[in-house]
């Protein structure tokens, strides 16, 4: 048995603190959850891709998990892979450097009981970017050797409604680029892949591989895609041949609306939001 805590979608910052308070639930959650390791599975900033400041903040509070940490970027860390969200935020080396600089790599191979977890940056897939290419070998590698029933993280679904979707979105991974990553995860047996970004819990399963989005612990989620939106925190269980999705919504734990905060619609970004820094930040 392993027991994994995933806390997805935290989005700190040292300026714009709306859920601060979120994060300081969940870490006590996990930190309390007797897991082996804690995965943050992305947007662990607001404002990650133009700032150092922000990432560095985001890798001090994660500093205060007790539990071995594991931490993936997404769009909010690092950029959006092309088209994108927003254009001024194209993933690109040096805000891979930036990450690099406070967390040393954006992808990992944990085996866990009798599974293998292999996490990677997702928005590498479709960048063009050198670092795609090295983590498609990588991935490769892990999922080769790993010789046992195997899940894999990444920050971005694959695809909104079914496999076979051709609409290009920056809700999920480009169709062309998904199509290269399922046929490599269904070649090696991946049984389960777990997402973050949409801030919303589904879990379904396609062909026989399981699809699970996760909750996010900032806020509830901007647009429906057919999950529940409401915040929550992530417990995997892994025994031999299965894993249990258990959704925990500890005490305090706030379901924040983006509209409200962003004064619905009166500021495109969060971060376009005058400052209000956590107010204990520490
Ligand atoms: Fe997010
Ligand atoms: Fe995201």
Redesign the pocket.
């Known amino acids: 048995m392993a027991r994994i805590v995933i806390l997805s ?1 935290i989005h700190l910052s040292p300026t714009h603190g709306f859920f601060w308070d979120n994060w300081c639930v969940a870490r006590e959650f996990a930190n309390t959850a007797k897991a082996d390791a804690v995965i943050v599975n ?2 662990l900033t607001i404002n990650g891709p133009d700032s150092d400041f922000e990432i560095a903040f985001a890798a001090s509070a994660l500093g205060k998990l007790r539990t071995h940490a594991l931490s993936l970027p ?3 860390d690092v950029g959006d892979e092309p088209p994108g969200q927003d254009p001024d935020q194209i993933i690109d080396a040096d805000r891979l450097a930036r990450w690099n600089r406070s967390f040393a790599t954006d992808r990992f191979n944990l085996d866990a009981g009798d599974w293998r977890l292999v996490g990677v940056n997702a928005q590498l897939f479709g960048s063009g970017l050198e670092r795609e290419q090295a983590q498609d070998q990588w991935l490769d590698e892990q999922l080769r050797t790993a010789g046992r029933p195997t899940a894999l993280f990444l ?2 679904p694959l695809f909104l409604e079914r496999p076979t979707d051709d609409v290009v979105s920056p809700a999920c991974m480009v169709p062309s680029v998904r199509t290269q990553l399922l046929d490599k995860l269904s070649r090696y047996g991946v049984r389960l892949i777990v997402s ?2 949409l801030h919303q819990h589904l879990d379904r399963t396609f062909g026989g591989q399981r699809h699970l989005w996760l909750p996010a612990v900032a806020f509830a989620a901007p647009q429906a895609h057919g999950g529940d939106g409401r915040c929550g925190v992530t417990v995997l269980d892994f025994s031999q041949d299965n894993v249990e999705v258990t959704i925990e919504r500890p005490r305090g734990l706030i379901s924040h609306d983006l509209a409200a905060i962003k004064g619905h619609g009166r500021y495109q970004f969060l971060r376009d939001m005058p400052p209000s820094p956590p107010p204990y930040a520490g």
Do not use: Q
């Open positions: 979608d992305g947007d997404g769009n909010h920050h971005k973050g970004h």
